[in-house]
């Protein structure tokens, strides 16, 4: 990217995305992009390199593009950034690197296409238009309010093992009944496949610190979403819960 | 930062900081600081995000300044570049991120306060003063010359398993004696907790290269501090030593 | 290095090298260089740090100029942009740090040299001409036509577990007839030292996404070169092969 836009400045996200984990990419990227400037973002995750999937280009409404596969991982960063405006399939060689692989598009495709359009480069000289309703989807599942409570999913597990949930504090306001500090609330993962159901009380939380360490919580994330954790601890680890699980909140008050 | 200092050339330190370890951090940052060029350094090592510790910023002799929480990580790099002139509370919302969560300060309270200060905004727009004498202290504990020797603590673990010794080859010549390569030394960990006694004879020796594969050596660090290694292997693993512990240093001449 | 030179624009190759691993690092770099704009290249792996070894620098044809040690890791990388045009042992001690250790070469001659460089002080201030034959090699071992098959070397395996090796697709089609996508390859990797012998036929394939999950393939990798995978697998894991591994490949079909 340097050697073709020499003043471009290069923000490293992430290299520490799940391999071929097309979903924690594109939480990663969604929980990220609101709080970068206006920029070109190039993104990877790529477990279907070489095959049949399009290398693509995503105009959004703030004035950012994408630069990625047709995969779904540039999606719920997209739909956070205003939606898609205009999508292009990446088919000018020109702007590519001059010998392609068939298995390093980031670097011989996404890359240099990236450069060129941090460079100034008009967005219609990429490739030609793809109507943004044929691309891959990828959602976030929604909240659902069930028998007086929430359920929801777990979107990622962090490197602290906190537990992300998707769903807001209103959300489960919404659901459950309004949330004070203290409030005990009752979270069950019901088993799923080989995984036994896991149920805790646990108190919503404004902070870490205001309880012991060890302790379990329930606070609102960096995001704006719920959030398990434990005090100095690994929550996932304590409540061996993974990527992808079910699961649902309801109060915990007599 | 970026968003508020566009021309900010960013330096990333590290983010390899154990989890919650105010010590490792203080560490690292101390032995940063002085191969760094004078500016705007943001810290979060912080298990009491949210609690009622102090958003702070330092301005030191040397001119730079520090944006991070008031749990002590600041205070040695603070002392190495000549001490603080002058301390604030982080209080000028407007420098902050409109919406600022209980949890992640690091984003929405630190970094961009330490864009506008790296653009330029006078110091004293972030809060009011501090004494500096209020603030949580942090100091490393200081060697002390004990019967011919010298006992003092291990201040940091690298990755490569170098135990890194909070004291200088001056506080041990002049504890034990002048020191030439290849004198014999004896280390000894005293028993603490459930931690057993370790005790090792090592020879002071210049560099690595010199001794064979697999040998222990005590040495001079990359901060002026001595170090025992294992050439090519670990002194901690070997040694099952940990950050914190206690060691008694005499010359093992006969 | 941006003390000396405040608008080097600094890239990060890589800090996750294995430690003492001189090939490992050699292999990172010249795969990495080509792909580069025109630079000053910093280099550390270096377990004989603070020896007899030399600091040099290396100007090569492209233009690039590679600041580290004398122990071959800066070799292949510099033959793949051109060979060395001239090559300096580094001994001005104006343009390193005032207080060099014996340790950290990296920090205090490297660094400090290449921020001199960057900034157009002239090649020949950095100290007196080494003649490139006296320094230490390091070349990766060339591939072997043997018994209508090809012998060649692990010369890296990456963090997805992909084997790399030291032989173009050209090698082999020399070696055992041209290639078509699908066509059955045996590798076998003999017994060496406590390692068993390991034997597996894997089709040519030309990406990983067109095999179903779990299998492994030989595909040609972003450097131009063989490799063993698993299609979201690692091969290294499944057949228990690390770096400097012989191997063999010939045909498998009838």
Known sequence: MLSIARDAQIVDISHSVRKFAIRDGAYLLWSAVPWLPVGVHVVVVD??????????????????????????????????????????????????????????HGRDVFAPIAGHLAKGRPFEE???????????GLEFPAPLAVDGGLETTVLFVDSFGNIRLFATPADLAAAAGPLQAGDPLVVEFPAQGERPAVRETVPWSRTFGDLPIGSPLLYLDSSGLLALAVNQGSAAGRMGIETGRRVRLHSGRP
């Open 47 to 104: 477990p279907g390199v070489g095959t049949d999937r399009l290398p693509i280009a995503l105009r959004v409404a703030r004035g950012d593009i994408f630069v990625g596969p047709d995969n779904g991982v540039l999606m719920p960063a997209a739909a956070a950034l205003g939606g898609i405006v205009e999508a292009r399939v990446l088919e000018n060689r020109a702007l590519m690197l001059p010998r392609t692989t068939a298995t390093v």
């Open 126 to 136: 990429v490739g030609s238009l793809i109507a943004p309703g044929r691309l891959v």
